[in-house]
């Protein structure tokens, strides 16, 4: 599988401080739009207090929907998308020029078909999900070794670049997967 997407022009929202008592210090906002699918998509980069920002997307529309991460649009254009979402890595590293990133793989939610008993959507498992799948393809393509070794967690279709100038790369990864699980405790079902 090869991309040669370029991604499309990222404008900068807002920067939002998070008054929880968790890891996550900030987020940044970004907007773009795609002429393919007519949509626009919002990026937030979630930075955490151990120097790591978890990555997610969505279309804008979605804002309101419990399963916006995990909504398909069937658009297309996934690769140009994902690109784009990868553009603001380097911008980042200006102002966090040891962050690592993250991102994950949202389980896709069929919305027609239902469990009878239950009454429950369907949905994707987590384990080296779709979107995980072309995440990490597209992540490896996209970033090299000399600032980023790159991790995959298959069994929660989760991709890290770990930042190969922080002064504590020896243990950052089980520092940001200590601040990630208290942040997000459901992480713990699946680690």
Do not use: W
């Not at 979630?46 to 279309?59: A, G, P, Q």
């Not at 298959?154 to 991709?159: A, H």
């Amino acid at each position: 599988m090869s991309f040669n997407s370029i991604g499309y022009k990222i404008k900068f929202i807002q920067k939002d401080i998070c008054k929880d008592s968790t890891d996550h210090a900030l987020t940044y906002i970004y907007k773009f739009f795609s002429p393919k699918t007519k949509l626009n998509y919002i990026i937030r980069a979630e930075y955490h207090s151990v120097d790591i920002f978890i990555v997610k997307f969505y279309v804008q529309s979605l804002y309101n929907s419990f399963y916006r991460y995990s909504i398909i649009t069937n658009r297309g254009d996934l690769a140009n998308i994902v690109i784009t979402c990868c553009s603001i890595v380097p911008e980042l590293l200006i102002e966090y020029p040891t962050a690592s990133f993250g991102f994950m793989g949202g389980r896709s939610v069929d919305h027609k078909s239902k469990n009878n008993k239950t009454k429950k959507k369907r949905a994707e498992s987590l384990e080296n999900n779709q979107r995980f799948r072309i995440y990490s393809r597209i992540a490896a393509l996209t970033f090299g070794t000399k600032t980023f070794r790159h991790i995959e967690y298959e069994n929660i279709s989760s991709y890290l670049l770990l930042n190969n100038y922080n002064i504590n790369e020896s243990n950052l990864e089980e520092q940001i997967k200590t601040s990630l699980i208290s942040t997000y405790p459901d992480l713990l079902n699946y680690l």
